[in-house]
């Protein structure tokens, strides 16, 4: 047992059973992971576990450890506090990184001055301000602020400005175009323009119809009293606020103030996107990218994601939305209710939800799907980046032994659909970007598994290897070549990928060794733990969870399976719509049915004419039909 797990594991009775918070150290001192538990020596066991039996990535954080500590707190909510304080402050590798976390613009309304300022800022440290956003664009918040003002003519000039218009007894552009109510020059008294100041900061927090209501009322009074020019500037105003209105979509009814989180992962990374729903109106929008170093599942990637969004100056409301609930979700509720005292001295519980069914869940899928493509974008900007992609493949040529950069790379996905329709794909990435001219398909006999079928591509494929060979009839073009010849291979590739483990990597390296191909390097990237594996080797090579390398896998990994999944749908609907199209009284919207219920021709022959006569729209009459004339 010994040789099975690292030397400083402690003795079990050594751990406490309370709750507390545990801190995974560097040979140097460093701290690599911090963790909490509500039962210390539960949680810690799960690390000195055999390693042969620990996910990959944690068996590597555990293994660059030198020892472990622990520190014992009174309940699971000091635990928490704990954990995300020393998170914080010593920034440990091996938990869930944030990155591209720009600096994103507020509107703040400066409430603790003698003359309060509304302005656009990046930071959250005036004192006595109050904060909305943050969005994503500092253009959006000035064309809010420019109508606003006309509705209330509050300060927004600088200090100096302020100061200057005040010795000199004249106010400046602002303040004679009637988008200032001048306290500088006392048009105003102070109060009077605090008293706006508070009204713009009430309608920026949800009280919009209230106001437009209010200047409705007083329009029509000053019209009535004849005073037009009044009901003129009146009616400015309501529209500027109407406008204002119009810019921020009504999404839910006016007593609303929620956020609502979003999360898109994967393996290696996610992507969060933060929507802040204040007077059922979206005010502001937030994302950024999660750089995943362990294995973590969505409902602590939430917990993760609220420490971030919320660790600062923002201020949590009531109510969030989340995708899923961390297990420890009264604790996280306790904390934010605490963040949100500290903020702006708000009382009253935070409860963290997952939205089921109305206008919150619409709203809720709205923001996933931004998270989303957040997350596409942010891998597709990664791996087109110059600086990154050859950092990648300078990082795959070290981790994989090879004499060169693998300059052109084949990535090779089998997909079928419970064994039948089997086809295969190849993707072509030359100096990390794809050559989607050059991408391949194939279509592989039902009677083979995945091995096999991996197998029976690269054999196809190595076969003409040469660069004078013309592509095998059976291997099905992406496009016709515009001079009407056959299309070639055009080079000699480097590195071959499959999309496997050790089985699909072994067939593979059979193919090569029967065609006697010695100089074309081979690799499989297996799913689950994003491991590659090399042919003849018991052990995966581990690349960092936040490489570009690892980035450049996955991503040809992905398009070779999007590439035959599409190509494998294409020849399903083909094959099943060719069989079906001649027989009287089934139409394109019944083939779609049959495809739905049955899949491919081959499942549809097996079926009684019972069994079709079962799907919506389709009598017994027809299904007996159907069913004879497959077997005729």
């Not at 992406?478 to 067939?507: E, I, M, W």
Request: charged residues 30%; proline residues 5%.
């Amino acid at each position: 047992m010994a040789e099975n797990t690292v030397s400083y594991r402690p003795k079990a009775g050594e751990i406490p059973t309370q709750p507390g918070v545990y801190r995974f150290r560097d040979p140097q001192g460093r701290i690599l992971y911090v963790g909490k538990a509500k039962n210390l020596r539960a949680r810690l066991s799960n690390y000195f576990a055999p390693l042969p039996s620990l996910h990959e990535r944690t068996r590597r954080m555990v293994t660059t450890a030198a020892s472990v500590e622990w520190t014992v707190v009174g309940s699971e909510f000091e635990a928490l506090q704990l954990e995300f304080t020393w998170i914080k402050e010593f920034d440990p590798p091996f938990n869930v990184q944030f990155r591209d976390d720009k600096s994103y613009p507020y509107l703040a309304i400066t409430l603790g001055d003698d003359v309060p300022r509304v302005m656009v800022t990046r930071t959250k440290s005036i004192k006595g301000a109050r904060y909305f956003g943050p969005y994503t664009k500092v253009w959006a918040i000035r064309e809010t602020v420019d109508l606003m003002l006309k509705a209330f003519p509050m300060r927004s000039c600088s200090d100096s400005t302020y100061k200057r218009a005040e010795q000199a007894g004249r106010p400046c552009l602002l303040g004679d175009i009637g988008k200032c109510a001048a306290p500088c020059v006392g048009r105003v008294t102070k109060e009077e323009h605090k008293s706006i100041a508070l009204d713009f900061a009430s309608f920026m927090a949800g009280q919009d119809t209230r106001y437009v209501a209010l200047l409705t009322e007083r329009m029509m009074t000053a019209a009535a009293e004849q005073d037009y020019e009044s009901a003129a500037r009146l009616r400015d105003q309501r529209s500027a606020l109407e406008t204002v209105l119009s810019k921020n979509s009504i999404v839910l009814s006016d007593s609303v103030d929620v956020d609502i989180i979003g999360i898109a992962h994967d393996e290696l990374a996610a992507a969060v996107q933060q929507f802040v729903v204040r007077g059922g109106r979206i005010r502001g929008v937030r994302g950024w990218v999660v750089d995943k170093e362990l294995d973590v599942e969505l409902p602590e990637l939430v917990e993760s994601v609220l420490q971030n969004a919320y660790g600062d100056d923002s201020e949590p409301p009531r109510r969030i939305i989340v995708p899923a609930l961390p297990e420890d979700t009264s604790e996280l509720e306790l904390w934010l209710a605490g963040r949100r005292w500290e903020t702006s001295g708000s009382h009253g519980k935070v409860t963290l939800q997952v939205a089921k069914r109305g206008d919150l869940a619409s709203l809720a899928q709205t923001v996933e799907t931004n998270a989303k493509h957040a997350l596409m974008l942010y891998k597709t900007r990664r791996s087109g980046d110059f600086v990154a992609r050859s950092q990648a493949l300078a990082d795959i040529q070290e981790a994989l032994g090879m004499p060169d950069a693998p300059l052109r790379m084949e990535c090779y996905d089998v997909s079928h659909l419970s064994g039948t329709n089997i086809v295969a794909s190849m993707v072509v990435f030359e100096d990390g970007l794809p050559r989607k001219d050059q991408y391949r398909r194939f279509s592989i006999p039902e009677s083979t598994d995945d091995t096999e079928s991996i197998y029976q591509t690269l054999r196809r494929r190595l076969a003409h290897i040469s660069e004078e060979a013309v592509v095998s009839d059976s291997a099905e073009e992406l496009t016709a070549p515009r001079d009407g010849t056959s299309r070639r291979f055009a080079y000699r590739p480097n590195l071959l990928v499959v999309d496997g483990g050790q089985p699909q990597v072994q067939a593979a390296a059979r193919a090569l060794r029967e065609l006697g191909i010695t100089d074309i390097h081979l690799c499989g990237i297996a799913k689950r733990l994003e491991e590659i594996w090399l042919p003849d080797s018991d052990y995966p090579v581990i690349l960092p969870r936040n490489s570009d390398a690892l980035f450049l896998f996955q991503r040809m990994r992905d398009e070779a399976h999007r590439f035959a999944i599409t190509y494998q749908r294409q020849r399903r609907k083909r094959d099943i719509g060719t069989v079906l199209s001649d027989i009287p009284g089934v139409g394109a919207s019944r083939v779609k049915l049959l495809l739905k219920e049955f899949g491919s021709v081959t499942r549809l022959k097996a079926a009684s004419a019972e069994q079709i006569a079962e799907i919506r729209g389709i009598g017994p009459v027809l299904a007996e039909t159907i069913h004879r004339r497959l077997r005729e």
